[in-house]
Nanobody
Framework: EMQLAESGGGAVERGGSLTLSCRVS????????MGWLRQRPGAGHRGIAS???????????LYDGSIQGRFTISHDDAENMLSLEMNDVQPEDTGTYYC??????????????????????WGRGTQVTVSS
């Protein structure tokens, strides 16, 4: 059974940087579609970034407008790892970040990152708190 485990969350000041990691276990390779969700306090699970991991796909990435140009999603096939590099973080980036995966690349085919209800595989989440 595939499992996802996030790490790298914590407290950071406005304008700072943080990198989240997600290790995939229980699978010899990364699933074809992976992403990150963010849950702000009192809100739902919003898709903020996704990536098609297959080499033949060209690594298509999608970003939510709130993070465009500041965050970068990437994957490491050798390490079975997904990452989210977060730069110039803002207080509104505060929330719980979830690594998610799907066995179908179709979840990554929408015009924007898919919302939480479309992802079948979830990690437990990691908290990011940005102070002003």
């Amino acid at each position: 059974e595939m499992q996802l485990a996030e790490s790298g969350g914590g407290a950071v000041e406005r304008g700072g940087s943080l990198t989240l990691s997600c290790r995939v276990s229980g699978s010899s390779s990364l699933p074809p579609c992976m992403g990150w969700l963010r849950q702000r306090p009192g809100a739902g699970h919003r898709g903020i970034a996704s990536i098609v991991t297959g080499r033949e796909s060209g690594g298509k990435t999608l970003y939510d407008g709130s993070i465009q140009g500041r965050f970068t999603i990437s994957h490491d096939d050798a390490e079975n790892m997904l990452s989210l590099e977060m730069n110039d973080v803002q207080p509104e980036d505060t929330g719980t970040y979830y690594c998610v995966a799907a066995r179908s690349w179709l979840v990554c085919s929408a015009p924007s990152p898919s919302p939480g209800e479309l992802w079948p595989i979830w990690g437990r989440g990691t908290q990011v708190t940005v102070s002003s």
